[in-house]
């Protein structure tokens, strides 16, 4: 019985030091050692004790994950984890349909991703076909997901 609550003592440990150092190696060594704790009562105490053990081991698993998933994100170095920023007030795709039409100018060399200046903002573009020189003037023609294409203006009649 020592060895097994050995195994299990020092399992649990390991599994509850990754959390606060992760890197995987001592979180594994921790299931390692839970993994040895059951095999050996299925050994020494037979398949009735042995599924007990693990029984016992899933469902300890599963409540410790539940209150972590509850209790780390109140703690301090949860919070500093977890972002707290509204992602409604973030750039969006929906942001860049409004530039579809637009005029500006080539900031760099578009070849054929680049950047542009619209109405003094900075957008990374892609030009439509071939290359375009900076300082040119161009138009947004289409705007496919996070992707602003542009063609020079003198093409985009």
Do not use: H
Not at 23 to 52: D, F
Not at 83 to 90: E, G, I, K, N, Y
Not at 139 to 154: H, I, M, P, T, Y
């Amino acid at each position: 019985m020592s060895w097994i609550l050995l195994f299990s003592i020092l399992g649990v440990l390991l599994v509850c030091l990754e959390l606060f150092l992760p890197g995987v190696v001592i979180g594994v060594a921790g299931g390692i050692c839970l993994a040895l704790a059951v095999g050996l009562t299925y050994a020494k105490y037979g398949a009735v004790a042995g599924n007990l053990a693990l029984a016992a081991l899933a469902i300890a698993s599963a409540l410790g994950m539940g209150v972590w998933l509850i209790v780390f994100p109140r703690t301090r170095s949860g919070r500093s984890l977890i972002t707290s920023r509204d992602l409604a007030s973030s750039k969006s795709a929906d942001a860049l349909d409004a530039l579809l039409d637009r005029e500006g100018e080539a900031l760099t060399l578009l070849r054929p991703a680049g950047t542009i200046g619209l109405d003094g903002r900075r957008v990374d573009a892609v030009a439509e076909s071939g290359l375009i020189s900076q300082g040119a003037r161009i138009k947004v023609v289409r705007v496919e997901g996070n992707r602003v294409f542009v063609r020079k203006l003198d093409d985009a009649s």
